[in-house]
Every structure is written in structure tokens, then in C-alpha cells.
């Protein structure tokens, strides 16, 4: 029998604060996740520009900065390769990114079945060659032909492994996949199929209509979530250039009202000691998943940082 390799968690590596993020505060570095969302909410339009914007370097929908840029690689069933190079195209020409020069790859296969070994191999082939931050999986009902959605056992076997090449090559995994109609606690319940794939993801990105307004909802399930921000497709008079972005109402703060991070920097320099996270809320009436928003950017630029007593400047 063979023994397994078992060591002390003081022995494991430890993750430093610069590389936690791929896209702060999208997306964790590595990670599986999925991008959610019932027919025409954006999904393709989300997941490319995650794709682009690692490749080149430049923050996801025009705000969230990418702390490690680096290749991508996609597939986009549902696309024929001639809209696929055009709608990265169409971003590029909005951010003025050189398309010639973007480190993003497609698969150009006319099929990607993980249900079959042979489809399973290249693929795990191709992310070791190329060795992309980020893979785009879309969607997941056109990565496979004989697999029940709704069964745990068929779904299960898929999602092991997109883990395992996760983990195998550091590459964070991003699947789109439709979600159902009707309202949830949370908006992953909302996902189709097993409920394997809700507990499999590390981070949930929601694209929801309520009316006419597109709203983005994050959950995380190791880091605070960011508020939920409104989307819009937009393009040029031309209709060119046609992407994703925040609603510039969205971006603002209220007017006189500084970012919350700056507010919590305040406190915790104002202070006579170190403040705890209970403190903070109550002095700054938000809601705890804003704050920690707030915190983990903070923590990341180096300016404060949790001891024992509660959040303290940095020394």
C-alpha cells in the first residue's frame, strides 16, 4: 500500500499577501470558478474580459486591477472562431491594447468533450505547454455529450478534473454555466444541475437582470465579497469597440463621501490602539462583507495589519 506524504502545516509553503490575487477582487490566485448567469446576461462578455485583461495586463471592466498578469487561454463553444477573435478584438481596440501582441490563446478544436479521455488529455496537454493563468471553459453544457447535469456522481467526476488541473498547473479555471430561474438565498443555489457545483467553486461571479439594470454579484469562500456593482454593455457610435463596463454611477462614490478604505485607514491611524472589525463597523455603519472588502485592500498595499489586539498600522 502506498503512504500517503503527510507533513506539518508549519512545513507547507506560505502564500505571500502580493501574490493572492489574480484579479483583486475578482479572483483569488489559483482557483476554480464559475461565472453564472441565465441566457443573454453577458457571461461570454465576463469571461472575456477576465481572459483579456490578464493577458494584457489591464483592469478586468475598466476598475479591478490585475496583480498577476500573465497568458490566458479560452474556448468558447457557442462561438465560431471568427466572432471569438472579434469580440476580443473589439475589447482590445476600447482598452488600446495591441491585439497582435495579447498572450491569449483559443483552442480552435470545433468540440471540447471532457466527458472522453481523448478530449480530456489534449486539453490537460495543451494548459501544460502553454501554462496559462487563466483557462475559460464555455459553457459547461457544450463540454460534454453523455453526462446528466443532475447527477452528482456524472458531474463530479467532471469538476474532479478541472480541480486536479487547477492544482496541477496553477491555473484558475473559470466555467460559464446557466443558472435557473427564480430566487435563492444565495445566487449560487441558482446554478443548474447537482449541487456539487456550488460547493466545488471556489469563487461564484452572478450576472442577474432585475428590470432593466445588470448586476454583478461575487461570492468568495475564502475572502470577503465586494458589493454588488451594475453592468452595461456599451460600444462607440459606430458600434464598434462593443464591452462590458461598470455604470460610471457605480464606479462614484456619493458625492462628499470618500471610499471606504481611505475611511478605515483614518480610524485605524486615529486610534490609541489596535481596532478590532466589530469597532470598525459600528463607527462606520457598513455592512461586515463591504468592510472586509475594505481591509483585504489595505492589507494588500501594506498599510495595516491584523495582530491579535485587532487592525493596526503597519510599523
Known sequence: ??????VRVAQLDERPAEERWLVRPLLPYPCVAVIGGQPKSAK???????????????????????????RSLIYLAEDSLLDVRARVADLCLHRGIDLGRLDLHVIAEPALHLD?????????????????????????????????????????????????????????????????????????????????????LDVGAY???????????????????????????????????????????????????R?????VLDQVRAS????????LRERLHVNNARLGEALSELEDRGLIVNSPAGWRLVA
Open 1 to 6: 500500500m502506498k503512504e500517503l506524504h503527510v
Open 44 to 70: 461570454s462578455f465576463l469571461g472575456i474580459d477576465v481572459a483579456t485583461s490578464v493577458a494584457s495586463g489591464t483592469p478586468c471592466l475598466g476598475r479591478y486591477p490585475v496583480d498577476r498578469p500573465g
Open 116 to 200: 472522453r479521455e481523448g478530449d480530456r488529455a489534449g486539453l490537460w496537454a495543451a494548459v501544460e505547454r502553454l501554462r496559462p493563468l487563466v483557462l475559460l471553459l464555455d459553457p459547461l453544457v457544450r463540454l460534454h455529450t453523455t453526462l446528466d447535469e443532475n447527477n452528482s456522481h456524472d458531474v463530479a467526476g467532471l469538476l474532479g478534473f478541472l480541480r486536479e488541473l487547477q492544482r496541477a498547473f496553477d491555473v484558475s479555471v473559470l466555467l460559464v454555466h446557466h443558472t435557473r430561474k427564480g430566487h435563492h438565498s444565495r445566487p449560487g443555489q441558482a446554478l443548474r444541475g447537482s449541487g456539487d457545483l456550488h460547493a466545488w
Open 207 to 257: 450576472l442577474t437582470w432585475e428590470g432593466e439594470r445588470l448586476l454583478l454579484t461575487l461570492e468568495h469562500r475564502a475572502a470577503p465579497a465586494p458589493e454588488p456593482v451594475e453592468l452595461v454593455i456599451a460600444s462607440r457610435p459606430d458600434g464598434s469597440a462593443t464591452h462590458l463596463e461598470i455604470c460610471s454611477a457605480a464606479l462614484a462614490p456619493p458625492p462628499g463621501k
Open 259 to 263: 471610499p471606504l478604505a481611505e475611511q
Open 272 to 279: 490609541a490602539g489596535p481596532l478590532r472589525r466589530r469597532d
